[in-house]
Structures are given as C-alpha cells and as structure tokens.
C-alpha cells in the first residue's frame, strides 16, 4: 500500500495576521546581540518566504550576492530539482530588505556571504531554527488553540500560492499556462 499522503495546513488570512503579529513582536530575553540580530531577521526571513514563495531553505541558504535590492530580483540557485529560478521581490519588501541589510553592515558590521547568515555570521541560519521558531511564534498566537493542524513554515509558501491563485483567477488568467 501506498503510505498516506500528509494534507498541509492551509493558513487562513486571519492565520497569517496573527503570526506576522507575533514575529513583529518578537524580542528575545536578554541583550545578547545575536539574538537581536536573529529577531530582526526573523521578521524579514518569514516575510521573504511568504511574499515570495520561498522555501524555507531557499531564504535561509539565500547568498547575498543573489538578492539585488536595487530591482527587487532574486537568484534562487540550485532549488528543488536543481532548478534555478528569479523571484520578484514587491517593493515593501524590497525596502524593507534594504533597510535589513543596511543595519547589518552599519549597525552591526556584518558583511557575511548569506543574507540570512546564522548564529555564526560565516554560516547561513540554520533550517532547524527557523522551523523551530516559527514553532514558538505560531503557538503564542491565539489561532494556535484554534487550528487542527499544526501550520509548519512550509504553509506559508503554499499561503501565498493560494492567494496568488486566488487573484489570477478573478483577474480571469487561465491558471493552466
């Protein structure tokens, strides 16, 4: 027999409000400085995955050299498939990324290869730890109690396809080209 396929947890609107609520809130305990860095990229990161459909190790493995902030385009460089592919960055986010980048390296004199680099500067963040904290920021949100299913960072990619989806189809775009 075939094994069961696992239907992921579709995040309804109200779903992603109150997570992007609760990473915007986010401010870790304490006054380490690598902790602050990570709860600022935290709100980018997530953000970069949902707007643009990302996969979680597609931004977390993002090279700063493939993210040109200028025209908001994105290199994404041996995916899934080994395909790679240019992604749209919309222009809030395309500031907001500037802006990021710009603390990085005034603010903190971080001028690392990855554009989310992790704990260790020299490394990208790891995959483990944005799951993990998507984890902690979805249960702090009142929807937790509410759902199901538990959403993993992966739903916010299938998110923003639905509602890419959504909008070609009231724009009257034939979903299948």
Not at 24 to 48: H, I, T
Request: aromatic share 12%; hydrophobic share 35%; charged share 30%.
């Amino acid at each position: 027999p075939m094994p069961e396929k696992k239907v992921p947890y579709l995040m309804s609107d109200d779903d992603i409000k109150a997570f992007f609520k609760a990473v915007d809130e986010y401010y870790p305990m304490g006054n380490v400085s690598e902790f602050k860095r990570l709860a600022y990229q935290y709100k980018v990161l997530f953000r970069m995955i949902y707007c643009c459909g990302l996969r979680n190790s597609e931004a977390c493995e993002l090279r700063a050299e493939n993210i040109d902030l200028d025209t908001g385009k994105i290199e994404i460089i041996h995916s899934k498939g080994d395909k790679d592919r240019l992604v749209y960055l919309p222009e809030d986010l395309r500031l907001m990324c500037r802006s990021y980048r710009k603390w990085l390296r005034t603010e903190l004199g971080y001028d690392s290869e990855w554009f989310f680099p992790g704990k260790d500067p020299v490394k990208f963040i790891l995959k483990t730890s944005v799951d993990r904290k998507f984890n902690e920021l979805w249960n702090s949100t009142e929807n937790a109690s509410l759902c199901d299913k538990k959403p993993t960072v992966h739903c916010l990619r299938h998110a923003f396809v639905i509602k890419r989806m959504n909008e070609w189809m009231m724009q009257g775009i034939d979903l299948n080209n």
